[in-house]
């Protein structure tokens, strides 16, 4: 399994510990953050299956249709940790449906408290591999996929597990359409020089930035997730990626 994100309750964790057992519409996970509170538990059970994509039947034709009414462009998030990113992203773009895919429980109940406050309609989730999701998605059905704060694997054995690797930026090009976006946000120096060596040895995306700010300043209208404030005052700054898709 590649992981994508982090636990939201306690930063870096390990695949092992986050990976859910998914049967039969549920969603059960090993998590470290919180035990769940019951209205959490409530809507795992109640409000999760009616948002959740199932992949274990082919996606339709036209990816909007996932949507109720169907919506004009689909943009993904992998990893959405607690949300706050995905939900702003959400609201701020009510004609535009948005993905999330994120693997620990606790990120996914306090997602859907958000959904069930702003009664968002354009919002489906997936709890599980986002390398799955990749391979379900259909071709050029995406307008921009973002990965914001992935969990680093720092360890030279877990590198396999970052999620950008050559594999996962092939799938990414093949779900996004042209001029489509993959974004890439993250605190850890090492993951951001692993990132632009994948994607600019790639000849699928071009990268975006022309000066020093492009990739020092989030780009207009980016909402900071917890995870982000944590690293600023822990004094890690973060870098700001943006490659277009050829």
């Not at 606790?106 to 990749?134: P, S, W, Y």
């Not at 090492?190 to 020092?216: G, K, P």
């Amino acid at each position: 399994m590649i992981s994508a994100s982090r636990n939201p309750d306690e930063g870096d964790a390990s695949s092992a510990d986050a990976a859910p057992v998914r049967s039969q519409g549920s969603f059960f996970g090993r998590r470290k953050g919180h035990k769940l509170r019951a209205h959490q538990t409530e809507l795992i059970e109640h409000l999760l299956p009616r948002l959740v994509l199932d992949i274990g039947n082919p996606a339709p034709a036209n990816l909007a249709d996932v949507f109720n009414p169907p919506l004009d462009d689909i943009r993904l998030e992998i990893g959405f940790g607690g949300g706050e990113h995905l939900v702003a992203e959400a609201l701020a773009f009510p004609r535009i449906g948005f993905i999330g895919c994120e693997p620990y429980v606790n990120g996914m109940a306090k997602i859907l408290a958000q959904i069930e406050a702003h009664n968002t309609g354009n919002v489906r989730l997936f709890a599980g591999d986002a390398a799955e999701l990749l391979a379900w998605l259909p071709e050029r059905s995406l307008s921009r996929v973002d990965l914001i704060h992935p969990d680093p694997w720092p360890k030279r054995r877990h590198w396999k597990r970052r999620f950008v690797q050559d594999a996962t930026v092939a799938a990414m090009a093949r779900i996004l359409k042209p001029n489509g976006e993959f974004r890439f946000v993250c605190d850890i120096d090492a993951y951001v020089a692993w990132t632009l060596s994948h994607l600019l040895r790639s000849r699928d995306f071009v990268w975006l930035a022309e000066r020093a700010d492009d990739w020092r300043l989030p780009w207009h209208g980016y909402t900071m997730t917890r995870y982000g404030r944590k690293a600023e005052r822990e004094g890690r700054a973060a870098t700001y990626l943006r490659f277009r898709r050829i």
